[in-house]
Protein backbone atom coordinates (compact mmCIF):
# COMPACT_ATOMS: atom_id res chain seq x y z
CA UNK A 1 0.00 0.00 0.00
CA UNK A 2 2.65 2.32 0.91
CA UNK A 3 4.70 1.76 -2.26
CA UNK A 4 6.55 4.92 -2.96
CA UNK A 5 5.69 6.49 -6.59
CA UNK A 6 6.43 10.06 -6.45
CA UNK A 7 9.33 11.28 -4.39
CA UNK A 8 9.86 15.32 -4.64
CA UNK A 9 13.46 15.84 -2.55
CA UNK A 10 14.81 19.22 -1.23
CA UNK A 11 13.32 21.29 -3.78
CA UNK A 12 14.19 24.81 -4.70
CA UNK A 13 13.74 27.01 -7.44
CA UNK A 14 14.98 30.42 -7.43
CA UNK A 15 13.72 33.22 -9.95
CA UNK A 16 16.46 35.57 -9.85
CA UNK A 17 16.51 37.04 -6.53
CA UNK A 18 12.95 35.77 -5.30
CA UNK A 19 12.98 31.76 -3.64
CA UNK A 20 10.09 30.99 -5.00
CA UNK A 21 10.27 27.14 -3.61
CA UNK A 22 12.47 26.57 -1.02
CA UNK A 23 13.74 22.79 -0.17
CA UNK A 24 10.51 21.59 -0.36
CA UNK A 25 10.46 17.58 0.43
CA UNK A 26 7.56 15.35 -0.34
CA UNK A 27 6.61 12.08 -0.53
CA UNK A 28 3.18 10.55 -2.20
CA UNK A 29 2.93 6.53 -2.26
CA UNK A 30 0.34 4.60 -4.52
CA UNK A 31 -3.32 5.06 -4.53
CA UNK A 32 -2.76 7.79 -2.13
CA UNK A 33 -4.80 11.86 -2.66
CA UNK A 34 -2.34 14.24 -1.63
CA UNK A 35 -2.90 18.12 -1.66
CA UNK A 36 -0.62 20.80 -1.18
CA UNK A 37 -1.93 24.03 -0.31
CA UNK A 38 -0.80 27.62 0.84
CA UNK A 39 -2.11 30.76 0.74
CA UNK A 40 -1.80 32.80 -2.79
CA UNK A 41 1.69 33.22 -4.02
CA UNK A 42 3.18 30.63 -2.01
CA UNK A 43 4.90 28.86 -4.53
CA UNK A 44 2.32 25.86 -5.44
CA UNK A 45 1.71 25.79 -8.91
CA UNK A 46 5.88 26.56 -9.63
CA UNK A 47 5.98 23.30 -7.26
CA UNK A 48 3.92 21.59 -9.97
CA UNK A 49 5.70 23.05 -13.11
CA UNK A 50 9.34 21.52 -11.81
CA UNK A 51 7.36 18.49 -11.46
CA UNK A 52 6.15 18.23 -14.90
CA UNK A 53 9.00 19.26 -16.22
CA UNK A 54 8.14 22.99 -17.25
CA UNK A 55 11.01 24.35 -14.87
CA UNK A 56 13.77 23.20 -14.19
CA UNK A 57 14.47 23.12 -10.40
CA UNK A 58 17.63 25.16 -9.36
CA UNK A 59 17.83 22.36 -6.74
CA UNK A 60 16.95 18.88 -5.82
CA UNK A 61 15.37 15.93 -7.00
CA UNK A 62 12.43 14.75 -8.37
CA UNK A 63 11.85 11.03 -8.51
CA UNK A 64 9.23 9.11 -10.43
CA UNK A 65 9.01 5.33 -9.36
CA UNK A 66 12.53 5.17 -8.85
CA UNK A 67 13.47 7.03 -11.69
CA UNK A 68 15.08 10.57 -11.46
CA UNK A 69 12.96 12.57 -13.94
CA UNK A 70 14.66 16.00 -12.41
CA UNK A 71 15.09 18.36 -15.48
CA UNK A 72 13.43 16.01 -18.12
CA UNK A 73 11.47 17.86 -20.68
CA UNK A 74 7.44 17.70 -19.88
CA UNK A 75 6.65 15.41 -23.09
CA UNK A 76 9.19 13.09 -21.42
CA UNK A 77 7.99 13.05 -18.22
CA UNK A 78 4.50 12.55 -19.59
CA UNK A 79 4.88 9.90 -21.15
CA UNK A 80 6.86 7.96 -18.24
CA UNK A 81 3.21 8.37 -16.47
CA UNK A 82 2.31 11.85 -15.16
CA UNK A 83 -0.48 13.63 -16.33
CA UNK A 84 -1.66 17.61 -15.64
CA UNK A 85 -4.64 19.88 -15.48
CA UNK A 86 -3.69 23.64 -15.80
CA UNK A 87 -5.18 26.21 -13.43
CA UNK A 88 -5.90 28.49 -16.23
CA UNK A 89 -7.88 25.88 -18.82
CA UNK A 90 -5.69 25.13 -21.52
CA UNK A 91 -7.81 23.02 -23.99
CA UNK A 92 -7.39 22.95 -28.18
CA UNK A 93 -9.68 25.91 -28.99
CA UNK A 94 -9.87 25.05 -32.25
CA UNK A 95 -11.09 21.37 -31.58
CA UNK A 96 -14.10 19.11 -30.79
CA UNK A 97 -14.54 17.53 -27.22
CA UNK A 98 -13.99 14.29 -28.77
CA UNK A 99 -10.54 15.60 -30.62
CA UNK A 100 -9.24 16.57 -27.33
CA UNK A 101 -8.98 13.38 -26.12
CA UNK A 102 -8.02 11.91 -28.81
CA UNK A 103 -5.09 14.01 -29.39
CA UNK A 104 -3.89 13.01 -25.91
CA UNK A 105 -3.52 9.52 -27.81
CA UNK A 106 -0.73 10.80 -30.03
CA UNK A 107 2.28 9.74 -27.51
CA UNK A 108 1.35 6.16 -27.20
CA UNK A 109 1.42 5.79 -30.72
CA UNK A 110 3.41 3.43 -32.35
CA UNK A 111 3.36 4.88 -36.86
CA UNK A 112 5.48 7.73 -37.87
CA UNK A 113 4.37 10.19 -40.12
CA UNK A 114 4.76 8.55 -43.02
CA UNK A 115 2.52 5.36 -41.70
CA UNK A 116 0.12 7.87 -40.55
CA UNK A 117 -0.38 10.25 -43.33
CA UNK A 118 -0.96 6.88 -45.71
CA UNK A 119 -3.26 5.24 -43.04
CA UNK A 120 -1.38 2.42 -42.70
CA UNK A 121 -1.79 3.06 -38.77
CA UNK A 122 -6.05 1.86 -39.25
CA UNK A 123 -5.82 -0.55 -36.39
CA UNK A 124 -4.03 1.98 -34.03
CA UNK A 125 -6.22 4.55 -35.08
CA UNK A 126 -9.02 2.45 -34.66
CA UNK A 127 -8.13 2.09 -31.39
CA UNK A 128 -7.63 5.46 -30.60
CA UNK A 129 -10.93 6.10 -30.81
CA UNK A 130 -12.32 3.59 -29.72
CA UNK A 131 -10.40 4.34 -25.92
CA UNK A 132 -11.38 8.09 -26.81
CA UNK A 133 -15.18 6.65 -26.41
CA UNK A 134 -14.67 4.53 -23.96
CA UNK A 135 -12.86 7.31 -21.69
CA UNK A 136 -15.73 10.26 -22.75
CA UNK A 137 -18.65 7.96 -21.41
CA UNK A 138 -16.66 7.17 -18.58
CA UNK A 139 -16.55 11.04 -17.70
CA UNK A 140 -19.91 11.96 -18.58
CA UNK A 141 -18.80 13.80 -21.38
CA UNK A 142 -19.67 11.56 -24.56
CA UNK A 143 -23.27 13.19 -25.30
CA UNK A 144 -20.99 16.49 -25.82
CA UNK A 145 -18.22 14.76 -28.03
CA UNK A 146 -19.02 16.88 -30.87
CA UNK A 147 -19.02 20.06 -28.98
CA UNK A 148 -16.28 22.32 -29.80
CA UNK A 149 -14.20 22.31 -26.08
CA UNK A 150 -14.32 25.66 -25.35
CA UNK A 151 -18.40 25.83 -26.12
CA UNK A 152 -18.68 23.86 -23.12
CA UNK A 153 -19.74 25.38 -19.71
CA UNK A 154 -16.79 26.00 -17.44
CA UNK A 155 -17.31 22.94 -15.16
CA UNK A 156 -17.26 20.69 -18.14
CA UNK A 157 -14.22 22.27 -19.32
CA UNK A 158 -12.72 21.63 -15.99
CA UNK A 159 -13.70 17.84 -16.39
CA UNK A 160 -12.66 17.53 -20.41
CA UNK A 161 -8.95 18.85 -19.10
CA UNK A 162 -9.18 15.54 -16.98
CA UNK A 163 -10.51 13.18 -19.35
CA UNK A 164 -7.79 14.83 -21.50
CA UNK A 165 -4.93 13.75 -18.93
CA UNK A 166 -6.16 10.41 -18.19
CA UNK A 167 -6.15 9.53 -21.89
CA UNK A 168 -2.43 9.83 -21.54
CA UNK A 169 -2.59 6.86 -19.08
CA UNK A 170 -0.92 8.57 -16.30
CA UNK A 171 0.50 6.77 -13.14
CA UNK A 172 0.18 10.47 -10.99
CA UNK A 173 -2.52 12.57 -12.08
CA UNK A 174 -1.61 16.56 -11.08
CA UNK A 175 -4.68 19.00 -10.59
CA UNK A 176 -3.82 22.41 -10.54
CA UNK A 177 -6.96 23.91 -8.64
CA UNK A 178 -9.36 21.82 -10.63
CA UNK A 179 -12.69 23.13 -8.19
CA UNK A 180 -11.76 26.86 -9.68
CA UNK A 181 -14.80 28.71 -10.31
CA UNK A 182 -17.40 26.01 -9.54
CA UNK A 183 -20.03 26.03 -7.07
CA UNK A 184 -20.29 24.43 -3.60
CA UNK A 185 -22.49 21.22 -5.91
CA UNK A 186 -19.98 21.29 -9.02
CA UNK A 187 -16.90 21.09 -5.73
CA UNK A 188 -18.62 17.84 -4.31
CA UNK A 189 -19.39 16.26 -7.18
CA UNK A 190 -15.99 17.17 -8.52
CA UNK A 191 -14.55 15.73 -4.72
CA UNK A 192 -16.39 12.37 -5.67
CA UNK A 193 -15.67 11.78 -9.38
CA UNK A 194 -11.69 12.62 -8.14
CA UNK A 195 -12.06 9.42 -5.94
CA UNK A 196 -14.04 7.68 -8.70
CA UNK A 197 -11.19 8.01 -11.35
CA UNK A 198 -8.47 7.38 -8.93
CA UNK A 199 -9.77 3.92 -7.98
CA UNK A 200 -10.83 3.12 -11.72
CA UNK A 201 -7.52 4.37 -13.09
CA UNK A 202 -5.59 3.07 -10.03
CA UNK A 203 -4.30 6.50 -10.12
CA UNK A 204 -2.07 8.64 -7.24
CA UNK A 205 -3.53 11.99 -7.47
CA UNK A 206 -1.14 15.15 -6.45
CA UNK A 207 -3.51 18.36 -6.42
CA UNK A 208 -3.66 22.27 -5.87
CA UNK A 209 -7.05 23.22 -4.21
CA UNK A 210 -8.64 26.21 -2.47
CA UNK A 211 -11.42 24.99 -1.72
CA UNK A 212 -10.85 23.82 1.70
CA UNK A 213 -13.63 21.59 1.90
CA UNK A 214 -12.98 19.54 -1.04
CA UNK A 215 -9.43 19.17 0.59
CA UNK A 216 -9.81 18.05 3.42
CA UNK A 217 -12.62 16.26 2.44
CA UNK A 218 -10.72 14.01 -0.13
CA UNK A 219 -6.97 14.08 0.61
CA UNK A 220 -5.65 11.30 2.87
CA UNK A 221 -2.63 13.55 3.42
CA UNK A 222 -1.87 17.54 3.11
CA UNK A 223 1.65 19.75 2.72
CA UNK A 224 0.91 22.72 3.66
CA UNK A 225 3.26 26.02 2.17
CA UNK A 226 3.76 29.57 2.44
CA UNK A 227 6.37 31.50 1.02
CA UNK A 228 8.25 28.76 -0.79
CA UNK A 229 8.71 26.75 2.38
CA UNK A 230 6.56 23.92 3.93
CA UNK A 231 4.97 24.89 7.30
CA UNK A 232 3.18 21.34 7.82
CA UNK A 233 2.50 18.09 6.67
CA UNK A 234 0.04 15.30 8.19
CA UNK A 235 -3.68 14.31 7.51
CA UNK A 236 -6.84 17.11 7.56
CA UNK A 237 -7.40 16.75 10.97
CA UNK A 238 -3.73 17.39 12.20
CA UNK A 239 -3.22 20.11 9.53
CA UNK A 240 -6.52 21.82 10.50
CA UNK A 241 -4.91 22.08 14.14
CA UNK A 242 -1.65 22.97 13.32
CA UNK A 243 -0.97 26.52 14.76
CA UNK A 244 1.41 27.44 11.86
CA UNK A 245 -1.22 26.54 9.43
CA UNK A 246 -3.78 28.72 11.00
CA UNK A 247 -1.15 31.46 11.38
CA UNK A 248 -0.42 31.61 7.87
CA UNK A 249 -3.98 30.82 6.87
CA UNK A 250 -5.57 33.69 9.39
CA UNK A 251 -2.21 35.57 9.98
CA UNK A 252 -1.09 37.05 12.42
CA UNK A 253 -1.75 39.83 14.50
CA UNK A 254 0.46 42.99 11.61
CA UNK A 255 -1.18 40.86 8.51
CA UNK A 256 -4.53 40.85 9.64
CA UNK A 257 -6.19 43.04 7.00
CA UNK A 258 -4.35 41.15 4.29
CA UNK A 259 -5.13 37.64 5.68
CA UNK A 260 -9.17 38.85 6.00
CA UNK A 261 -9.04 39.35 2.28
CA UNK A 262 -7.77 35.92 1.51
CA UNK A 263 -10.45 34.36 3.51
CA UNK A 264 -12.58 36.03 1.78
CA UNK A 265 -11.53 35.10 -1.51
CA UNK A 266 -12.17 31.69 -0.62
CA UNK B 1 -27.65 4.93 -33.70
CA UNK B 2 -27.01 8.08 -33.61
CA UNK B 3 -23.65 8.05 -34.15
CA UNK B 4 -24.44 5.71 -37.03
CA UNK B 5 -26.26 7.83 -38.61
CA UNK B 6 -24.04 10.85 -38.20
CA UNK B 7 -21.12 8.72 -40.28
CA UNK B 8 -23.09 8.29 -43.02
CA UNK B 9 -23.58 11.75 -43.40
CA UNK B 10 -19.80 12.53 -43.09
CA UNK B 11 -19.79 9.95 -45.74
CA UNK B 12 -21.99 11.15 -47.84
CA UNK B 13 -20.34 15.20 -47.47
CA UNK B 14 -16.78 13.66 -48.53
CA UNK B 15 -18.03 11.35 -51.58
CA UNK B 16 -19.95 14.97 -52.68
CA UNK B 17 -16.65 16.47 -52.39
CA UNK B 18 -14.59 14.05 -54.03
CA UNK B 19 -16.82 13.83 -56.96
CA UNK B 20 -16.96 17.62 -57.35
CA UNK B 21 -13.24 17.79 -57.13
CA UNK B 22 -13.34 14.83 -60.27
CA UNK B 23 -16.05 16.72 -62.01
CA UNK B 24 -13.61 19.95 -62.41
CA UNK B 25 -10.98 17.99 -63.18
CA UNK B 26 -13.05 16.27 -66.13
CA UNK B 27 -14.16 19.71 -67.19
CA UNK B 28 -10.79 20.44 -67.22
CA UNK B 29 -10.18 17.82 -69.71
CA UNK B 30 -12.71 18.45 -71.92
CA UNK B 31 -11.78 21.88 -72.09
CA UNK B 32 -8.37 21.34 -73.12
CA UNK B 33 -9.50 18.83 -76.20
CA UNK B 34 -12.03 22.03 -77.63
CA UNK B 35 -10.61 25.25 -76.60
CA UNK B 36 -7.78 26.54 -78.26
CA UNK B 37 -4.68 26.08 -76.07
CA UNK B 38 -3.61 29.53 -75.77
CA UNK B 39 -6.58 30.50 -74.34
CA UNK B 40 -6.12 32.30 -71.02
CA UNK B 41 -8.00 30.33 -68.81
CA UNK B 42 -4.81 27.85 -69.52
CA UNK B 43 -2.72 29.65 -68.36
CA UNK B 44 -3.98 30.59 -65.48
CA UNK B 45 -5.18 27.03 -64.58
CA UNK B 46 -1.38 26.05 -64.82
CA UNK B 47 -0.28 28.51 -62.96
CA UNK B 48 -3.18 28.62 -60.25
CA UNK B 49 -2.29 24.32 -59.64
CA UNK B 50 1.02 25.55 -58.61
CA UNK B 51 0.27 28.56 -56.37
CA UNK B 52 -2.78 25.93 -54.84
CA UNK B 53 0.46 23.90 -53.99
CA UNK B 54 2.66 25.61 -52.45
CA UNK B 55 -0.32 27.85 -50.72
CA UNK B 56 -1.33 24.63 -48.79
CA UNK B 57 2.31 24.04 -48.22
CA UNK B 58 2.42 27.19 -46.38
CA UNK B 59 -0.89 26.84 -44.95
CA UNK B 60 0.38 24.16 -43.34
CA UNK B 61 2.60 25.55 -41.49
CA UNK B 62 1.05 28.98 -40.74
CA UNK B 63 -2.65 28.04 -40.79
CA UNK B 64 -2.53 24.59 -39.37
CA UNK B 65 0.81 24.42 -36.90
CA UNK B 66 1.02 28.11 -36.17
CA UNK B 67 4.58 28.68 -37.09
CA UNK B 68 4.70 32.00 -39.29
CA UNK B 69 7.59 30.91 -41.93
CA UNK B 70 8.08 32.79 -44.67
CA UNK B 71 10.55 31.28 -46.56
CA UNK B 72 8.64 29.98 -49.03
CA UNK B 73 9.87 31.31 -51.94
CA UNK B 74 13.66 29.75 -51.19
CA UNK B 75 12.53 26.66 -50.82
CA UNK B 76 10.47 27.17 -54.08
CA UNK B 77 13.83 28.10 -55.68
CA UNK B 78 15.76 25.03 -54.45
CA UNK B 79 13.06 22.79 -55.57
CA UNK B 80 13.16 24.68 -59.24
CA UNK B 81 16.71 24.78 -59.77
CA UNK B 82 17.37 21.28 -58.33
CA UNK B 83 14.22 20.45 -61.27
CA UNK B 84 15.82 22.02 -63.91
CA UNK B 85 19.41 21.10 -63.22
CA UNK B 86 18.61 17.07 -63.44
CA UNK B 87 16.48 17.38 -66.31
CA UNK B 88 17.98 19.53 -69.11
CA UNK B 89 18.65 16.85 -72.05
CA UNK B 90 22.10 16.23 -72.01
CA UNK B 91 22.97 17.32 -75.98
CA UNK B 92 21.30 20.80 -74.95
CA UNK B 93 23.44 21.60 -71.47
CA UNK B 94 26.19 22.68 -73.64
CA UNK B 95 23.61 25.55 -74.97
CA UNK B 96 22.06 26.10 -71.09
CA UNK B 97 25.84 26.83 -69.55
CA UNK B 98 27.50 28.45 -72.27
CA UNK B 99 29.59 30.20 -69.66
CA UNK B 100 30.56 27.12 -67.79
CA UNK B 101 31.71 24.52 -70.60
CA UNK B 102 28.70 22.30 -69.97
CA UNK B 103 28.45 22.58 -66.57
CA UNK B 104 29.19 19.52 -64.21
CA UNK B 105 26.01 17.48 -64.23
CA UNK B 106 26.41 15.54 -67.18
CA UNK B 107 23.01 13.43 -66.64
CA UNK B 108 18.96 13.24 -66.97
CA UNK B 109 16.52 12.34 -64.67
CA UNK B 110 12.96 11.30 -65.56
CA UNK B 111 10.53 14.48 -64.77
CA UNK B 112 9.12 13.06 -61.74
CA UNK B 113 12.15 11.02 -60.14
CA UNK B 114 12.96 14.82 -61.01
CA UNK B 115 10.44 16.23 -59.01
CA UNK B 116 10.55 14.04 -56.18
CA UNK B 117 14.19 15.02 -55.95
CA UNK B 118 13.21 18.44 -55.83
CA UNK B 119 10.96 18.29 -53.03
CA UNK B 120 13.51 16.01 -50.71
CA UNK B 121 16.19 18.58 -50.91
CA UNK B 122 14.00 21.44 -50.30
CA UNK B 123 12.67 19.19 -47.49
CA UNK B 124 16.56 18.44 -46.35
CA UNK B 125 17.65 22.34 -46.39
CA UNK B 126 14.74 22.90 -44.10
CA UNK B 127 15.98 20.60 -42.14
CA UNK B 128 19.08 22.19 -42.02
CA UNK B 129 17.94 25.54 -41.10
CA UNK B 130 14.92 24.08 -38.93
CA UNK B 131 18.08 23.37 -36.13
CA UNK B 132 18.64 26.55 -35.20
CA UNK B 133 15.43 28.54 -36.38
CA UNK B 134 12.72 26.94 -35.04
CA UNK B 135 13.88 27.70 -31.82
CA UNK B 136 12.27 31.19 -32.47
CA UNK B 137 8.89 32.39 -31.95
CA UNK B 138 6.51 33.96 -34.02
CA UNK B 139 7.75 37.28 -35.56
CA UNK B 140 11.26 36.54 -34.88
CA UNK B 141 10.89 32.82 -36.94
CA UNK B 142 9.58 35.43 -39.79
CA UNK B 143 12.41 37.47 -40.48
CA UNK B 144 14.85 34.77 -39.60
CA UNK B 145 13.11 32.89 -42.83
CA UNK B 146 12.78 35.64 -44.70
CA UNK B 147 16.70 35.75 -44.02
CA UNK B 148 17.50 32.21 -45.43
CA UNK B 149 15.26 32.90 -48.56
CA UNK B 150 16.89 36.05 -49.29
CA UNK B 151 20.79 34.51 -48.71
CA UNK B 152 19.51 31.09 -51.00
CA UNK B 153 18.82 33.54 -53.77
CA UNK B 154 22.02 35.16 -53.41
CA UNK B 155 23.98 31.96 -53.50
CA UNK B 156 22.44 30.22 -56.39
CA UNK B 157 23.21 33.57 -58.27
CA UNK B 158 26.70 32.88 -57.06
CA UNK B 159 29.74 32.93 -60.02
CA UNK B 160 31.63 29.89 -57.99
CA UNK B 161 28.78 27.77 -58.28
CA UNK B 162 27.76 28.48 -62.41
CA UNK B 163 28.87 24.92 -63.02
CA UNK B 164 26.19 23.66 -61.39
CA UNK B 165 23.42 26.85 -60.75
CA UNK B 166 24.45 28.30 -64.38
CA UNK B 167 25.09 31.27 -62.14
CA UNK B 168 22.82 34.11 -62.96
CA UNK B 169 22.26 32.90 -66.43
CA UNK B 170 19.17 31.01 -66.33
CA UNK B 171 18.12 27.13 -66.86
CA UNK B 172 15.77 26.34 -69.66
CA UNK B 173 15.44 23.79 -72.73
CA UNK B 174 14.10 21.39 -69.27
CA UNK B 175 11.02 19.26 -69.60
CA UNK B 176 7.81 21.71 -69.55
CA UNK B 177 3.86 20.89 -68.64
CA UNK B 178 3.88 21.19 -72.51
CA UNK B 179 5.78 17.79 -72.57
CA UNK B 180 2.74 16.26 -71.15
CA UNK B 181 1.01 16.85 -74.57
CA UNK B 182 0.76 13.35 -76.32
CA UNK B 183 1.97 13.93 -79.89
CA UNK B 184 1.14 11.65 -82.68
CA UNK B 185 3.73 10.78 -85.44
CA UNK B 186 3.42 13.64 -87.57
CA UNK B 187 4.40 15.93 -84.16
CA UNK B 188 0.78 16.83 -83.94
CA UNK B 189 -0.86 16.76 -80.85
CA UNK B 190 -3.29 14.28 -80.42
CA UNK B 191 -4.78 14.85 -76.35
CA UNK B 192 -3.86 17.96 -75.06
CA UNK B 193 -2.59 17.26 -71.09
CA UNK B 194 -0.53 20.18 -70.25
CA UNK B 195 -3.01 21.70 -68.38
CA UNK B 196 -4.35 18.45 -66.74
CA UNK B 197 -1.04 17.26 -65.62
CA UNK B 198 -0.34 20.51 -63.12
CA UNK B 199 -3.98 20.05 -61.68
CA UNK B 200 -3.17 16.53 -61.19
CA UNK B 201 0.14 16.50 -59.69
CA UNK B 202 -1.13 19.37 -57.42
CA UNK B 203 -4.01 17.51 -56.75
CA UNK B 204 -2.29 14.16 -55.55
CA UNK B 205 0.42 16.28 -52.96
CA UNK B 206 -2.89 18.32 -51.91
CA UNK B 207 -4.08 14.92 -50.88
CA UNK B 208 -1.61 13.91 -49.12
CA UNK B 209 -1.18 17.33 -46.98
CA UNK B 210 -5.00 17.01 -46.73
CA UNK B 211 -4.28 13.29 -45.01
CA UNK B 212 -1.34 14.20 -42.68
CA UNK B 213 -3.49 16.82 -41.70
CA UNK B 214 -6.63 14.62 -41.34
CA UNK B 215 -3.92 11.91 -39.19
CA UNK B 216 -2.70 11.73 -35.58
CA UNK B 217 0.35 14.00 -36.39
CA UNK B 218 -2.07 16.72 -38.03
CA UNK B 219 -3.74 16.73 -34.50
CA UNK B 220 -0.78 16.85 -32.47
CA UNK B 221 0.10 19.76 -34.93
CA UNK B 222 -3.06 21.68 -34.56
CA UNK B 223 -2.95 21.07 -30.38
CA UNK B 224 0.99 22.95 -31.05
CA UNK B 225 -1.24 25.78 -33.18
CA UNK B 226 -3.92 26.20 -30.12
CA UNK B 227 -1.77 26.02 -26.83
CA UNK B 228 1.81 24.92 -26.88
CA UNK B 229 2.20 24.35 -23.07
CA UNK B 230 -0.82 22.14 -23.31
CA UNK B 231 0.65 20.38 -25.96
CA UNK B 232 3.79 19.46 -24.47
CA UNK B 233 2.06 18.35 -21.39
CA UNK B 234 0.15 16.03 -23.54
CA UNK B 235 3.52 14.45 -24.25
CA UNK B 236 4.07 15.79 -27.81
CA UNK B 237 7.43 16.76 -28.40
CA UNK B 238 7.15 20.27 -29.51
CA UNK B 239 10.59 20.46 -31.65
CA UNK B 240 10.64 17.24 -33.41
CA UNK B 241 7.09 18.20 -34.41
CA UNK B 242 8.07 21.29 -35.55
CA UNK B 243 10.80 19.89 -37.45
CA UNK B 244 8.22 17.92 -39.20
CA UNK B 245 5.77 20.13 -40.34
CA UNK B 246 9.30 22.56 -41.65
CA UNK B 247 10.28 19.80 -43.63
CA UNK B 248 7.23 18.86 -45.01
CA UNK B 249 5.78 22.50 -45.82
CA UNK B 250 9.06 23.10 -47.79
CA UNK B 251 9.40 19.24 -49.41
CA UNK B 252 5.67 20.71 -51.09
CA UNK B 253 6.85 24.30 -51.87
CA UNK B 254 10.02 22.21 -53.54
CA UNK B 255 7.67 20.63 -55.80
CA UNK B 256 6.07 23.82 -56.39
CA UNK B 257 9.32 25.50 -57.35
CA UNK B 258 9.54 22.52 -59.57
CA UNK B 259 6.33 23.23 -61.28
CA UNK B 260 6.55 26.86 -61.55
CA UNK B 261 9.67 26.16 -63.31
CA UNK B 262 7.97 24.05 -65.67
CA UNK B 263 5.26 26.93 -66.08
CA UNK B 264 7.94 29.38 -66.99
CA UNK B 265 10.25 27.07 -69.24
CA UNK B 266 13.04 29.15 -67.63
CA UNK B 267 14.36 29.69 -64.11
CA UNK B 268 16.25 32.29 -63.25
CA UNK B 269 16.84 33.06 -59.20
CA UNK B 270 16.37 37.17 -58.79
CA UNK B 271 12.85 36.12 -59.78
CA UNK B 272 12.29 34.20 -56.35
CA UNK B 273 11.89 37.33 -54.58
CA UNK B 274 10.40 38.09 -51.37
CA UNK B 275 7.34 39.60 -53.36
CA UNK B 276 6.41 36.38 -54.49
CA UNK B 277 5.96 35.00 -50.42
CA UNK B 278 4.14 37.79 -50.01
CA UNK B 279 2.24 36.53 -53.02
CA UNK B 280 1.38 33.30 -51.98
CA UNK B 281 0.83 34.62 -47.64
CA UNK B 282 -1.88 36.80 -49.48
CA UNK B 283 -3.34 33.76 -51.26
CA UNK B 284 -3.57 31.73 -47.84
CA UNK B 285 -4.82 34.71 -45.36
CA UNK B 286 -7.71 35.63 -48.54
CA UNK B 287 -8.66 32.21 -48.60
CA UNK B 288 -8.49 31.41 -44.60
CA UNK B 289 -5.28 30.48 -42.60
CA UNK B 290 -6.30 26.82 -41.49
CA UNK B 291 -8.41 25.73 -44.42
CA UNK B 292 -6.88 23.88 -47.65
CA UNK B 293 -10.09 24.63 -49.82
CA UNK B 294 -9.93 28.36 -49.18
CA UNK B 295 -6.12 28.28 -50.27
CA UNK B 296 -6.98 26.11 -53.49
CA UNK B 297 -10.14 28.60 -54.29
CA UNK B 298 -8.35 31.81 -53.56
CA UNK B 299 -5.10 30.80 -55.77
CA UNK B 300 -6.84 30.68 -58.60
CA UNK B 301 -8.79 33.84 -58.20
CA UNK B 302 -5.28 35.18 -57.34
CA UNK B 303 -3.94 34.13 -60.51
CA UNK B 304 -7.34 34.96 -62.70
CA UNK B 305 -7.19 38.30 -61.22
CA UNK B 306 -3.57 39.62 -61.87
CA UNK B 307 -2.82 37.90 -65.01
CA UNK B 308 -6.53 37.85 -66.73
CA UNK B 309 -9.86 39.57 -65.75
CA UNK B 310 -7.15 42.83 -64.18
CA UNK B 311 -5.72 43.02 -67.08
CA UNK B 312 -7.74 45.41 -69.06
CA UNK B 313 -7.14 48.29 -66.10
CA UNK B 314 -3.04 47.87 -67.82
CA UNK B 315 -4.98 49.64 -71.46
CA UNK B 316 -6.25 52.49 -72.61
CA UNK B 317 -9.51 51.63 -72.32
CA UNK B 318 -12.64 53.88 -75.04
CA UNK B 319 -16.18 53.66 -74.08
CA UNK B 320 -18.37 55.10 -76.48
CA UNK B 321 -16.29 57.88 -77.36
CA UNK B 322 -15.15 58.69 -73.78
CA UNK B 323 -11.92 57.29 -72.75
CA UNK B 324 -11.92 56.39 -69.23
CA UNK B 325 -9.24 57.84 -67.19
CA UNK B 326 -6.31 56.72 -64.94
CA UNK B 327 -6.42 53.46 -66.69
CA UNK B 328 -2.43 53.04 -67.86
CA UNK B 329 0.16 50.67 -67.40
CA UNK B 330 0.66 49.68 -64.01
CA UNK B 331 -2.95 50.88 -62.70
CA UNK B 332 -4.01 46.98 -62.61
CA UNK B 333 -1.84 47.18 -59.43
CA UNK B 334 -2.76 49.71 -57.64
CA UNK B 335 -6.70 48.15 -57.81
CA UNK B 336 -5.52 45.15 -56.90
CA UNK B 337 -3.50 46.26 -53.87
CA UNK B 338 -7.04 47.90 -53.18
CA UNK B 339 -9.03 44.50 -53.21
CA UNK B 340 -6.89 42.77 -51.09
CA UNK B 341 -6.88 45.34 -48.54
CA UNK B 342 -10.71 45.42 -48.54
CA UNK B 343 -10.51 41.47 -48.12
CA UNK B 344 -7.46 42.16 -45.31
CA UNK B 345 -9.55 44.78 -43.31
CA UNK B 346 -13.22 43.20 -43.71
CA UNK B 347 -12.60 39.59 -44.21
CA UNK B 348 -10.15 38.92 -42.15
CA UNK B 349 -11.37 35.07 -41.77
CA UNK B 350 -10.80 34.92 -45.85
CA UNK B 351 -12.95 33.55 -47.68
CA UNK B 352 -13.55 29.96 -45.94
CA UNK B 353 -12.45 30.57 -42.56
CA UNK B 354 -11.18 27.53 -41.19
CA UNK B 355 -14.08 25.39 -42.96
CA UNK B 356 -13.59 22.70 -45.85
CA UNK B 357 -15.39 21.96 -48.33
CA UNK B 358 -17.13 18.57 -47.08
CA UNK B 359 -17.94 21.23 -44.27
CA UNK B 360 -19.80 23.27 -46.78
CA UNK B 361 -21.59 20.42 -48.23
CA UNK B 362 -22.47 19.36 -44.57
CA UNK B 363 -23.87 22.90 -44.19
CA UNK B 364 -26.47 23.07 -47.40
CA UNK B 365 -27.22 18.99 -46.30
CA UNK B 366 -28.24 20.25 -42.39
CA UNK B 367 -30.24 23.49 -43.96
CA UNK B 368 -31.61 21.48 -46.66
CA UNK B 369 -33.07 19.06 -43.69
CA UNK B 370 -33.84 21.99 -41.32
CA UNK B 371 -36.48 23.03 -44.44
CA UNK B 372 -37.76 19.83 -44.79
CA UNK B 373 -38.93 19.19 -40.96
CA UNK B 374 -39.98 22.63 -41.47
CA UNK B 375 -42.63 21.99 -44.31
CA UNK B 376 -43.17 18.95 -42.71
CA UNK B 377 -44.35 20.84 -39.50
CA UNK B 378 -46.58 23.15 -41.14
Known sequence: MSENVLHIDHLTMRFGGVVAVNDLSMDINKGEIVALIGPNGAGKTTAFNMVTGVYQPTEGHITLLGQDITGRRPDEITKLGIARTFQNIRLFSSMTVFENVLTAHHLRRTSN????????????????????????????????????????????QRLLEIARALATKPSVLLLDEPAAGMNPQETEELGEFIKQIKDKFQLTVFLIEHHMNLVMGISDRIYVIDFGKQIAEGTPFEVQNNPAVIAAYLGVEEEEGQAEEEVEQR | MSNNLQKKKIDSATILSAVIVLAVYALVFLAEQTLPATSMLFTVLKKGATYALVAVSMNLLNGFTGLFSLGQAGFMLIGAYVYGIFTIPVMSRMDVYQYY???????????????????????????????PVLRLKSDYLAIATLGFAEIIRALFQWDKLGPITNGSNMLRLFPTFNDFNIRGADGQVTVYLSTLMPLLISGVCIGVIILLINST??????????????????????????????????????????????????VQAKSFTTAMTYEILLIVV????????????????????????????DQKQVLGGFEVPLLRNGFRLVVFSIIIMIVVLFFRQGIMGTKELPDLIRGWQGRGKRQAKGVRSK
Open chain 2, 217 to 266: FGRALRAMKDDEIAAEAMGIRLASHKRLAFCISSFFAGVGGAMLAMYQNT
Open chain 2, 286 to 313: IGGLGSVTGSCISSFLFVACSEWWLRFL
Open chain 2, 101 to 131: NGGLVQFTLPVFVAMLLAGLAAAFFAFLIGL
Open chain 1, 113 to 156: FLTATFRLNAAEERRMRQETEALLKEVGLYELRDEMATSLPYGK
